[in-house]
């Protein structure tokens, strides 16, 4: 199933490896999608003391453009024979000229290489955590080098229920997602899938501290109630995948499920370590139709925690507070 007709790739000079361009192109391939491949330069700037858009500044631009063009041409040359690559450059902030051209031509999916790629303590730069805050298609950032094929896909939903009723569709139909996308890629990928949904029960501390121990009877009652609850959700959320990508092919990916109590900002990272996952597939927003409105603290904490590569995904119907006219 192709889940993809419009890739944009973001040419990163100082961290994009031949094994990345390899997957991108790829994955194109397998999509049977449209492919450009952006680079983003900076303005200009010649110093103390000279006008910004004068004759000098606009010069040095023009020399950068050039050169900048160059390289971005010979990156694509030996993927020319394989697939048609659209070549662009933009000037200005990264990320804010990246979701242009995601918002004027209507790409569905981002890629590029981290900024840093200090994986063992992992951080994204500032124009990441922008990108993946705002932008309003998929981002993929993909760690560099890149493998031929990913072993283990974590996908990571959210299936508690005490969301308000409009949240509670959108992270429904969120939660799909990313498990269709974690589906497909892994059958692609031939990878293990692994499913985790993390949960705290509401009141759990309260109950613990409030209620003398001969209610502790009740208390684990109330936990094992919510536990099944947890449960129930999750295979209705495969169920519904399953039903929907082919039970032949689901049956021949064998999810393994987590369902882990505690938190998800703790707990997800955690379990991405144990098992080695070269990718994580998550959700980034809960909400929708309210610019501005970007990430959410677990989703944030776990975004830098991770050490691998993560496809990070937003519900339909979110707006993007970065827009085509400055």
């Known amino acids: 199933m192709n889940r993809f007709e419009n890739i944009l790739y973001v040419l990163n000079g100082k961290n994009h490896h031949q094994s990345v361009l390899e997957r991108v192109v790829t994955l194109a391939e397998n999509n049977q999608a449209r492919l450009t491949f952006l680079s983003i330069l900076e303005p200009v700037n010649v110093g103390f003391g000279m006008p910004e858009d004068g004759p000098i500044s606009a010069d040095l631009e023009a020399t950068f453009i050039e050169a900048q063009m160059q390289k971005l041409e010979t990156s694509v040359v030996p993927f020319r024979t394989r697939i048609n690559i659209q070549t662009k450059l933009r000037v200005g902030t990264q990320f804010l000229e990246i979701i242009r051209e995601v918002l004027q031509n209507g790409h569905d999916l981002v890629i590029k290489v981290p900024e840093t790629q200090d994986w063992l303590n992992m951080q994204f730069g500032s124009e990441d955590m922008h990108l993946l805050r705002k932008c309003p298609c998929p981002v993929w950032l993909i760690k560099s080098p890149a493998p031929k094929t990913y072993r283990r896909i974590l996908a990571a939903v959210d299936v508690g229920d005490t969301h308000p009723t409009a949240e509670q569709r959108s992270r429904d139909e969120l939660n799909q997602r990313i498990l269709e996308l974690a589906s497909s890629l892994a059958l692609s990928n031939f990878s293990e899938l692994h499913i985790v949904h993390a949960f705290e029960a509401i009141g759990e501390n309260m109950l613990h501290e409030e209620l003398p121990l001969m209610y502790e009877e009740a208390v684990n009652t109330f936990l094992q109630h919510e536990k099944q609850k947890r449960e129930a959700s999750l295979d209705s959320l495969i169920h519904r ?35 080695e996952v070269d990718l994580i597939v998550m959700g980034t927003v809960a909400r929708t139709g309210i610019p501005g409105f970007i990430i959410g603290n677990s989703a944030e904490a776990i975004l830098n925690q991770i050490e691998c590569s993560v496809l990070a995904l937003k519900p339909r119907g979110f707006v993007s507070p970065v827009t085509l006219i400055e």
């Open 241 to 275: 995948v399953s039903n929907k990508l082919g039970e032949e092919a689901f049956s021949y990916l064998k999810p393994r499920t987590h369902l882990i109590k505690g938190g998800a900002r703790k707990e997800i990272p955690a379990l991405a370590r144990q098992l």
